[in-house]
């Protein structure tokens, strides 16, 4: 784990133009990350924090309103920005997967689960329609799901939420991709079904050393699952580092909320502390630091003058001007 990271964001920044041009979201602000091979790195913030969005730039898909306007995005050492939409085909799905947040938009209601599982085999692989059938039946193995000859025979609508989740986690595992970016993908399950896809993912990353980006609201599951984070908060990365110094040493105000309002053990909802003032609405943020509206140690200089990254320590940055100090 010692080598170059494997996907490098420099300032990325993407932007949503409404129709007429009038108003620009920066849903993505410059934001800059880094991530090895074998690591897991935990993206949280609440809706509408530009999470999805993030994703869809690192895989260059994103909707037509958007745009990646700058930045660098590198990938193994290759400039992303620079390919083609053919040559990212051929990354998509094979190098760097996804899976969406949506289950059910992912799979086909009228093919066969075989057929949807076997397809990346055979567009980037060229595979033969039997031995993709073969590596379909070994991926089902793989996410453990039972029976597997049979469940290739059927059809997504034959089978529970969890189930359907993990068939999409074998889809985007066909490949054997190096980096997998699992968007919010437990949202839309029962807290024990849960528990057993965040663990299938995480034996899934260890097993072939992938590169994980995991997407998620809650900042409990990144206790548990990953390596380091990153606090999304209106587009940017707000505070990152790893888990352990972010969970025992926040410096963001807004990180030190999320993390007051995990759950303790045995406390129950009581103990919840929720974020006071709305989130923001990207389309017209306050001057100075976007959080400010809601921030408890906002400074007279907070409303003017918006923060940029400080280096806490080695690997843990802060944009807030008490990290500043
Ligand atoms: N299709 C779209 N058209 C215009 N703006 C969009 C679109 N999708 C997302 N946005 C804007 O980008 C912001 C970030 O959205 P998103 O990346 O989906 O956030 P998250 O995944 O954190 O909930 C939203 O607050 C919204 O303002
Ligand atoms: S820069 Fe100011 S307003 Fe923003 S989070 Fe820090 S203290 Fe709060
Ligand atoms: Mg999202």
């Known amino acids: 784990m010692t080598d170059a990271p494997l996907l490098e964001l420099d300032k990325l920044s993407t932007h949503f133009v409404t129709a007429r041009g009038t108003r620009v979201v920066k849903a993505v602000d410059e934001v800059s990350l880094s991530l090895r091979a074998g690591e897991t790195l935990g993206v949280v913030g609440e809706s509408g924090s530009g999470k999805t969005t993030l994703a869809l730039s690192i895989m260059r898909l994103l909707p037509t309103a958007a745009r990646i306007v700058g930045g660098g995005l590198r990938f193994a050492g290759e400039d992303l920005l620079a390919k083609s939409p053919s040559e990212m085909r051929h990354i998509r799905g094979k190098r760097i997967a996804m899976i969406l947040q949506d289950p059910m938009a992912s799979l086909n209601p009228l093919f066969t689960v075989g057929d949807q599982v076997a397809e990346p085999v055979r567009v980037h692989e060229h595979t033969g329609r039997r031995s993709a059938r073969d590596r379909a039946r070994s991926l089902?193995?793989?996410v453990?799901?039972?029976a597997p000859e049979q469940r290739l025979r059927e059809y997504p609508h034959q089978m529970s939420g969890g189930m359907r989740q993990r068939i999409v986690g074998a889809i985007a595992m066909a490949c054997e991709p190096r980096v997998l970016i699992a968007d919010e993908p437990t949202t839309s399950l029962d807290?024990?079904?849960?528990a057993q896809y965040l663990k299938l993912l995480r034996d899934l990353q260890r097993?072939?050393?992938?590169?994980l980006i995991f997407i998620t609201h809650n900042l409990g599951i990144v206790a548990r699952m990953c390596d380091s984070v990153a606090?999304?908060?209106a587009g940017r990365v707000i505070e990152a580092g790893p888990v352990r110094t972010i969970f025992n040493a926040p410096v963001h105000p807004y990180t030190q909320a999320l993390i007051e309002s995990i759950p303790r053990l045995g406390g129950g909802p009581s103990r919840l502390t929720a974020i006071d003032g709305q989130p923001p609405d990207l389309a017209s943020l306050p001057a100075g630091c976007s959080f400010q509206p809601r921030c408890p140690r906002a400074l007279d200089r907070c409303r003017e003058e918006a923060p940029g990254i400080t280096t806490v320590a080695p690997g843990h940055t802060a944009r807030c001007w008490l990290a500043a100090k």
């Open 140 to 142: 089902l193995k793989a």
């Open 207 to 211: 097993e072939h050393g992938l590169a």
């Open 191 to 194: 807290v024990t079904i849960q």
């Open 231 to 233: 606090v999304m908060y």
């Open 144 to 146: 453990k799901i039972p």
